[in-house]
């Protein structure tokens, strides 16, 4: 049986699913599958994400353009693939073989004023894709409950399959943590840490205002630190910022690859992830894999992610947030206790067992087709 995945989005993003993609990928040549897999790259790749045995083939189409319900099937046709596995939520329509799709969330129809007209554009295509897909993949146990409430897709249709942490994110020595930290982007004494795309619905307005009212009341210096692209609507979070008088304390870091990501985890006082909904959740997993203790929101999926490891609190209550944030900071035994929970929970996860989980997916929808 000849496997297919599209993992184009890995060339365009190096975060969420192009992050998801690459490390699947990864983790499913490790199991040594006996099914021929092709990996269908961006032909602006340089390099092939699993080498032998799986195969690269590199597509022309790029991904979300306004055509490739149309070019992408041409280009599929000569590949004679068995199955495909479109983990960015929209497959090709036309495909003839058989078809499994991962949904990441669906936020963009609970919050619908989040998205841009590109984005309506491609995500309003979700209703024929969970019809037409053979079986959909969903990140989270929430992710599911929103598939069968939202678009009515039938339980037996939908396999949970989690996400985990890659394996880079562990506990370094704090003294080479704060010295990387410090050569690599200038910071030095504590701060907060948010990892995530900045848009709407990582609610990172809520944030700045918690951390004003931190700063306020902790006599010592403190800082915050974003890591994270910049997504749509995201201009509110740089007016608040100056609004605020927050410039001197705030720090926007952009992108930053895991291996320097790994350290400001590992130098951060916690993590503070706000979003108002998430379908997984990642970075919680990936600060809790490095000892970081964690403040987030108590909503969607990330109580399911986070168990009893982290602080939980109303998403929009900034002066909750600043208590729990105060908290971590004034109390080490309590900071010591949530480092201890959460790299217990992060263990739990990991992509070998997301691998292995998704294959089989892979050859339950072949068995069945």
Known sequence: MRIGIDARMAFYSKAGIGRYVINLVKALRKLNPQEEFVILQSR???SP????PFR????????HHRLEQITLPL????????LLHSPDFIPPFRFRGLSVITVHDLAFLIYPQILTEESIRYYGQIEEAVERADHIIAVSEWTKKDLMELLGVPE??????YEAAEEIYRPVDPGEASGKVRELFGIEGRFVLFVSTIEPRKNVPTLLKAFKIVRERCREEIKLVLVGGRGWLSERVF?????LNLRKEVLFLGFVPAEKLLYLYNSASLLAHPAIYEGFGLPILEAMACGLPVVASNVASIPEVTGSAAILVEPEDEEAW???IRRILKEPEF?????EKGLKRASLFSWEKTASKTLEVYRKVLKEG
Not at 75 to 82: F, I, K, N, Y
Not at 239 to 243: G, R
């Open 44 to 46: 602006k790749d340089k």
């Open 49 to 52: 994400l699993a080498p032998s």
């Open 56 to 63: 690269t083939s590199y597509l022309w189409t790029p991904s």
């Open 75 to 82: 280009e599929l046709l000569p590949h004679r693939l068995s």
């Open 156 to 161: 037996a249709k939908i396999t949970v399959v």
């Open 239 to 243: 007016e608040m910022v100056d609004e």
């Open 322 to 324: 600043a208590a729990a």
């Open 335 to 339: 900071a010591r206790e949530l480092r």
